[in-house]
């Protein structure tokens, strides 16, 4: 058994309302074992009102949207995909064409970024540093080891010096999901 995450359209302005009554329906329902969390992400941003003075307000990261986490054996349980789509003001599945047809989950990474840029999910910290030793674990240079010449957190990222042909060096980039630290 395994969790994945759909997106599910509403009405622009519904979002919360929908997540309440998603909830709700998950209680009454008692879906509590195929629907696990629903969210609307939301972001506060700095803005300038027409008199100048800063404020701060809470947006919507997307608009007319809601995110579901369901249990997915081979594929998504009928009646719990049945009970969203049902429920008043969705439209219906991002990823699904319609006429029955069940939708595509958020790949994983890309529903990772999410969760850490909510701090729903705390970003995986492989405590690295320049200098280490890292293994590639992916890729076409997977089994190979580097000394890591920079660093970036923030994009996940890290860079190291390949030595090249008569003894030149050249500077690769990997994601940390590529590498391990030895």
Same mark, same amino acid.
């Given at each position: 058994?395994?969790?994945?995450?759909?997106?599910?359209?509403?009405? =622009?302005?519904?979002?919360?309302?929908?997540?309440?009554?998603l909830e709700?329906?998950?209680?009454?329902?008692?879906? /509590?074992?195929?629907?696990?969390?629903?969210?609307?992400?939301?972001?506060?941003?700095?803005? @300038?009102?027409?008199?100048?003075?800063?404020?701060?307000?809470?947006? /919507?990261?997307?608009?007319?949207?809601?995110?579901?986490?369901?249990?997915?054996? /081979?594929?998504?349980?009928?009646?719990?995909?049945?009970?969203?789509?049902?429920?008043?003001?969705?439209?219906?599945?991002?990823?699904?064409?319609?006429?029955? @047809?069940?939708?595509?989950?958020?790949?994983?990474?890309?529903?990772?970024?999410?969760?850490?840029?909510?701090?729903?999910?705390?970003?995986?910290?492989?405590?690295?540093?320049?200098?280490?030793?890292?293994?590639?674990?992916e890729g076409?240079?997977?089994?190979?080891?580097?000394?890591?010449?920079?660093?970036?957190?923030? =994009?996940?990222?890290?860079?190291?010096?390949?030595?090249?042909?008569?003894?030149?060096?050249?500077?690769?980039?990997?994601?940390? /999901?590529?590498?391990?630290?030895?």
């Open positions: 058994m395994s969790r994945r995450w759909y997106i599910v359209g509403t009405y =622009s302005g519904y979002e919360n309302s929908v997540k309440q009554d709700r329906r998950m209680e009454t329902m008692n879906m /509590k074992d195929k629907i696990y969390q629903v969210i609307v992400p939301e972001e506060t941003v700095e803005v @300038t009102d027409k008199k100048g003075k800063k404020k701060e307000k809470v947006t /919507k990261m997307f608009p007319g949207y809601v995110f579901v986490e369901m249990e997915v054996e /081979k594929e998504m349980d009928e009646k719990a995909w049945f009970m969203i789509r049902n429920t008043p003001k969705v439209t219906g599945f991002l990823g699904s064409s319609g006429g029955g @047809t069940k939708p595509v989950p958020v790949p994983v990474d890309e529903m990772n970024r999410i969760l850490i840029s909510l701090g729903v999910v705390e970003r995986p910290s492989l405590n690295l540093h320049v200098g280490d030793s890292i293994e590639v674990v076409p240079f997977a089994g190979r080891t580097f000394t890591i010449a920079s660093l970036k957190e923030e =994009s996940e990222e890290v860079t190291v010096l390949v030595e090249m042909f008569g003894g030149r060096s050249a500077e690769m980039t990997f994601r940390f /999901k590529e590498i391990k630290k030895i």
